[in-house]
């Protein structure tokens, strides 16, 4: 394993790191002002589209699709420094690159099983950035951290699908911009148990689809992600060309979107906790409690201490993870992608909350930008999988070795 930048990685991580110099750390202030002023909180400021056009015109746009037919064709290690360079600002970086989940899971969705009306009709928008989309799984009624759980039912007539179901936690579904959801069903319930489910499009103007309510994630809105929508469909109905793939095939699918989103995830993590721990160097540097510099006290030299220690090891994962999803695939990797599943949120959420400690009161105000990380890093506890069904699973893989 080679983790050197190779001569693409090493110009497209400077071009970035200036972006982020340049534009987006001085846009973080005007970001928070322009959405204290919408009246629709889970609307997009204005700068986010500037951002986006200056990211088109250095070249960073589509990085994360690796297949150069509708993106970057960057490879999972030599996307991996980009990711996380975005994640020092997950709520701008992302989506200035048009790299920001739920739109680049759909999109990879679309583009490895997506028909070619499909592709046209959906990918083509939401790889230009014109559009946003959702992802419709989680259900309210069922623990869907088992998806052969999921409820909603999809159930040919004749020449379409009729959807009926509630779903909650859609990410990106209280975008303005959202004018597509794909939503996981059962078509089958009586067929093998990962053999049940399916996926299909569904225009978010479709009759019969309301979007109840905006989920909160810890009192944020979470709008960078789309927003996530309870979300309730009553005899909806669509042409049968809106399915994707075959019938039967969303648990395959599902598992085809969640790989990379979950090392994705965890690349951006490691940027919010490098972007954590430089808050706290920086402000232990300049605070004198007791009669010294908050630096020279003990404990403090011990969190940034472990800090880096603890990124430099979910680092070597994640890149480990990502060499092997690009040499064996993403089933040859399954063992690693649970790891870092495990590991990097719950260093990212250590990380920053010694950040928010050094800081006092200031850590969890608004004045900076740690309270917001930490919620995201708490929540990716949860999203895509808890930490206890990873755990189990990965487990139950380990001890086959001596079975």
Same mark, same amino acid.
């Given at each position: 394993?080679?983790?050197?930048? &190779?001569?693409?990685?090493?110009?497209?991580?400077?071009?970035?790191?200036?972006?982020?110099?340049?534009?987006?750390?001085?846009?973080?202030?005007?970001?928070?002002?322009?959405?204290?002023?919408?009246? &629709?909180?889970?609307?997009?400021?204005?700068?986010?589209?500037?951002?986006?056009?200056?990211?088109?015109?250095?070249?960073?746009?589509?990085?994360?699709?690796?297949?150069?037919?509708?993106?970057?064709?960057?490879?999972?290690?030599?996307?991996?420094?980009?990711?996380?360079?975005?994640?020092?600002?997950?709520?701008?970086?992302?989506?200035?690159?048009?790299?920001?989940?739920?739109?680049?899971?759909?999109?990879?969705?679309?583009?490895?099983?997506?028909?070619?009306?499909?592709?046209?009709?959906?990918?083509?928008?939401?790889?230009?950035?014109?559009?946003?989309?959702?992802?419709?799984?989680?259900?309210?009624?069922?623990?869907?951290?088992?998806?052969?759980?999921?409820?909603?039912?999809?159930?040919?007539?004749?020449?379409?699908?009729?959807?009926?179901?509630?779903?909650?936690?859609?990410?990106?579904?209280?975008?303005?911009?959202?004018?597509?959801?794909?939503?996981?069903?059962?078509?089958?319930?009586?067929?093998?148990?990962?053999?049940?489910?399916?996926? =299909?499009?569904?225009?978010?103007?479709?009759?019969?689809?309301?979007?109840?309510?905006?989920?909160?994630?810890?009192?944020?809105?979470?709008?960078?992600?789309?927003?996530?929508?309870?979300?309730?469909?009553?005899?909806?109905?669509?042409?049968?060309?809106?399915?994707?793939?075959?019938?039967?095939?969303?648990?395959? =699918?599902?598992?085809?979107?969640?790989?990379?989103?979950?090392?994705?995830?965890?690349?951006?993590?490691?940027?919010?906790?490098?972007?954590?721990?430089?808050?706290?160097?920086?402000?232990?540097?300049?605070?004198?409690?007791?009669?010294?510099?908050?630096?020279?006290?003990?404990?403090?030299?011990?969190?940034?201490?472990?800090?880096?220690?603890? =990124?430099?090891?979910?680092?070597?994962?994640?890149?480990?993870?990502?060499?092997?999803?690009?040499?064996?695939?993403?089933?040859?990797?399954?063992?690693?992608?649970?790891?870092?599943?495990?590991?990097?949120?719950?260093?990212?959420?250590?990380?920053?909350?010694?950040?928010?400690?050094?800081?006092?009161?200031?850590?969890?105000?608004?004045?900076?930008?740690?309270?917001?990380?930490?919620?995201?890093?708490?929540?990716?506890?949860?999203?895509?999988?808890?930490?206890?069904?990873?755990?189990?699973?990965?487990?139950?893989?380990?001890?086959?070795?001596?079975?």
């Amino acid at each position: 394993m080679d983790f050197r930048f &190779d001569t693409r990685t090493a110009e497209l991580h400077e071009k970035l790191t200036d972006f982020m110099q340049e534009e987006v750390y001085p846009a973080e202030p005007r970001f928070e002002e322009e959405l204290a002023r919408l009246d &629709d909180p889970w609307a997009r400021p204005p700068v986010i589209e500037e951002l986006k056009a200056a990211a088109r015109d250095r070249g960073l746009w589509n990085l994360f699709l690796p297949d150069d037919r509708f993106g970057a064709g960057l490879t999972n290690l030599q996307y991996a420094p980009l990711a996380e360079i975005t994640g020092r600002s997950p709520h701008l970086a992302p989506e200035a690159l048009n790299c920001a989940a739920p739109d680049t899971g759909n999109m990879e969705v679309l583009a490895g099983f997506g028909s070619p009306e499909q592709q046209d009709r959906w990918l083509k928008p939401l790889l230009e950035g014109q559009i946003r989309s959702a992802f419709c799984m989680t259900e309210p009624d069922v623990a869907s951290s088992d998806a052969t759980n999921i409820a909603t039912r999809i159930e040919r007539d004749g020449d379409a699908y009729v959807i009926n179901g509630r779903k909650w936690w859609s990410s990106g579904a209280m975008n303005p911009n959202c004018v597509i959801f794909i939503v996981m069903g059962k078509t089958d319930p009586g067929a093998e148990r990962h053999r049940q489910q399916s996926m =299909i499009l569904v225009p978010r103007d479709t009759p019969g689809v309301t979007v109840k309510r905006g989920m909160h994630v810890f009192g944020y809105t979470d709008a960078a992600h789309g927003g996530h929508a309870e979300v309730v469909f009553e005899d909806v109905r669509v042409p049968a060309d809106h399915l994707i793939a075959d019938e039967g095939s969303g648990f395959a =699918i599902a598992q085809a979107r969640l790989g990379p989103g979950r090392i994705h995830h965890c690349m951006r993590l490691i940027g919010m906790a490098e972007r954590a721990l430089q808050l706290m160097c920086e402000r232990v540097s300049e605070r004198v409690a007791f009669g010294r510099p908050l630096a020279e006290q003990g404990v403090v030299r011990d969190w940034i201490a472990e800090s880096r220690v603890r =990124i430099e090891q979910a680092r070597l994962l994640v890149l480990k993870t990502a060499w092997l999803m690009d040499t064996v695939g993403n089933k040859g990797a399954h063992t690693e992608i649970q790891a870092i599943k495990i590991a990097v949120p719950q260093m990212a959420e250590w990380v920053i909350d010694k950040a928010i400690q050094a800081h006092g009161a200031a850590g969890v105000s608004q004045d900076t930008p740690l309270a917001a990380l930490w919620s995201q890093a708490r929540t990716l506890r949860l999203a895509d999988g808890p930490d206890e069904v990873h755990r189990a699973s990965l487990a139950k893989r380990e001890l086959r070795k001596y079975s």
